[in-house]
């Protein structure tokens, strides 16, 4: 399985950027895909989920704010992330569930592939 991360940048406090993530390997359709970031010396945290049925879950800090949806047919997870402040600053991560068809991943030991992150910048 490899995972393809894209769409970090330099945005402005209060813009917005999508991110994309392309997997292959195997069945898609049936893995949960999640979204992580990692900010400098901090641990990598959970930011949002699909899972295989296309329900959603995110961390409270970015309710309402990111979106996260999938599109089976291209094999590709996105992350769109509005509002964005400062402190959304971090590596993000894709990553795809080691079990199919689990609807509610959150923690990194729960996902077994992941793509090579790609770094969101936030200017106050």
């Known amino acids: 399985v490899q995972l393809q991360a894209s769409g970090g940048g330099l945005v402005q406090a209060g813009g917005s950027l999508r991110l994309s993530c392309v997997a292959s390997g195997r069945a898609f359709s049936r893995y949960a895909m999640g979204w992580f970031r990692q900010a400098p010396g901090e641990e990598r945290e959970f930011v949002a989920i699909?899972?295989?049925?296309?329900?959603?879950n995110y961390a409270d800090f970015v309710k309402g704010r990111f979106t996260i949806s999938r599109d089976n047919a291209k094999n590709t997870v996105y992350l769109q992330m509005n509002s964005l402040k400062p402190e959304d600053t971090a590596v993000y991560y894709c990553?795809?569930?080691?079990?199919?068809?689990?609807?509610?991943?959150?923690?990194?030991?729960?996902?077994?592939?992941w793509g090579q992150g790609t770094l969101v910048t936030v200017s106050s």
């Open positions: 990553a795809q569930d080691r079990e199919r068809l689990r609807v509610g991943a959150r923690k990194v030991y729960e996902y077994d592939y």
């Open positions: 699909i899972n295989w049925t296309g329900s959603t």
